[in-house]
């Protein structure tokens, strides 16, 4: 389980609770010291020196801290394991080789102090190696200590190393496929727009990509790795090719990459959710199917939102008959089905059995009649000589003190009413 899911998986567990109890509401600093709580012990140094900031980061600010600290141990596990040239294996622990030529003979006095002469082959049948435990030899000429040292050293050491790479990602992820996979096979960098957490705004140094700007009066500048300075020109719209609309992005000539801000869409009340393969921008986080914006895929270490193959979840996967039902302005099963079968309208796909499942609430609001009331011919000649009652039922929440039903009174002669809360 990733940073973002777990966070996500806290976040609905103390709505929930706090739907049940609304006076019991958990609190965001509550929610914080839970979240703390069930960390992996290897956050434990980075969540220490959190608590030591002067002015304590806020949940969203907390859970883009330990994201991008999660992301930063993937990448050093993945540049250790996966490193071929000779800087990275020089990392490993090598092991002593074992030469033939000097342990083949254990007769021959030059070889060691360790070593006998064949005058001492009786002494030496009686030395007990304490490495193996076999007769002949001792402990520094044993073949097994330098058979492992030459084969086996850097495996023990190898795999220390991807230990300690994964310390932040949870067993399911290390059970899982790798998820340093390649999804995309190349970035366009004129088009795609690198996902940046580190961003305070969209970037772009292709004017070409805006439907309207304004030339821009602040004094902001943009630094690059190379120091290199890049005044903002521009500030206006961006629509990507795909549709979705970025406001305030900044028009920075020089930049040879496109930069998706997270805080800036954070802001605008969405939720970025990092996972092994994409990455996703939903509206809400009421459920993991919630309502996807936007849809990026990984390519090595970078997150990408390419337009060529970006999608709204949505249009693209739920393609079935209540959907089309609702689309279709509620039309009947009939009608529906030859639509489809006789493909009367374009666009539409091929969904092959029309049912809808369940009972369409929107039909039951929009097409359900009621008869009208029956004129009275009864009159009232005095006070309370007739009562009219109703009940009303409240098809949402109950209200602050619990109540759900109002029942009403109302005297036929005076038109006096009563009220009463249940």
Known sequence: MSISEYFLKMKNLCAEISSLDPNEAISEAKLKRYIIRGLRKEYNPFVSSLQGWA???????????????????????????????????????????????????????????????????SRRKNVKCYRCGKMGHIKRDCRVKIHEGNVGSKEPERKQVKDWGSCFVSGDALEGDSPNVQVLASINYQKDWIVDSGCSHHLTGDKSKFNEFVH?????????????????????????????????GYHVPGMTKNLFSVSQVADAGNYILFGPHDVKIMRNLRSLDADVVHHGKRVKSLYVLSAGDSYVEKTSKNNNASLWHARLAHMGLDKMKQIFSKKLVDGVPNIGEVKVGGVCEGCQLGKFHRLPFEDSKSRSKKPLDLIHTDILVSNSAASYSGYRYMLLFVDDYTRFSWVYFL
């Open 55 to 121: 002015t304590q980061p806020t949940l969203v600010e907390f859970e883009n801290l330990l994201s991008n600290q999660e992301a930063l141990a993937k990448q050093m596990a993945e540049c250790s394991i996966s490193g071929k040239d000779e800087g990275e294996e020089a990392l490993l622990t090598r092991g002593k080789k074992w030469d033939p030529k000097k342990t083949k003979n254990y007769g021959r006095a030059h070889e060691g102090e360790s070593s006998f002469s064949k005058n001492d082959a």
């Open 216 to 248: 821009y009066e602040g004094n902001d500048a943009i630094v690059t790795a190379d120091n290199t300075v890049h005044p903002v020109v521009n500030e206006g719209v961006v629509k990507m090719e795909d549709g979705v609309t970025l406001k305030s």
